[in-house]
């Protein structure tokens, strides 16, 4: 029911800025949280960012006070600037929504978009 489409992955070198888009589609209850996560090569995917409907943020300590996450205004769209992009930082990011249905928990991911950043 619910697709989510990201795009603003690329190649950048390390101190540049992206910003990563999700939009998603189909029925998006108001209590629900939005997030991105990235996993790079042989590493687990680990949570980057999480935005819930009720404006609260959590951040991935070694992205904090350089990525920042936000919500367009009436929109299911959600976005991921970064700033002073490390290399480290090098991954494919995903975007998640979860959401409250009947009682459980639905939980959906987009396709994944690379970020490359060279030193």
């Known amino acids: 029911q619910v697709q989510l489409v990201e795009s603003g992955g690329g190649l950048v070198q390390a101190g540049g800025s992206l910003r990563l888009s999700c939009a998603a589609s189909g029925y998006i209850p108001g209590s629900n949280t939005m997030g991105w996560y990235r996993q790079a090569p042989g590493k687990q995917r680990e949570l980057v960012a999480l935005?819930?409907?009720?404006?609260?943020?959590t951040y991935l300590d070694s992205v904090k006070d350089r990525f920042t996450i936000s919500r367009a205004n009436a929109k299911n769209t959600v976005y991921l600037h970064m700033n002073s992009l490390k290399p480290e930082d090098t991954a494919v990011y995903y975007c998640?929504?979860?959401?409250?249905?009947?009682?459980?928990?639905?939980?959906?991911w987009g396709q994944g978009t690379q970020v490359t950043v060279s030193s």
């Open positions: 998640r929504v979860t959401i409250l249905v009947a009682g459980r928990l639905e939980l959906y």
């Open positions: 935005l819930t409907s009720g404006e609260d943020t």
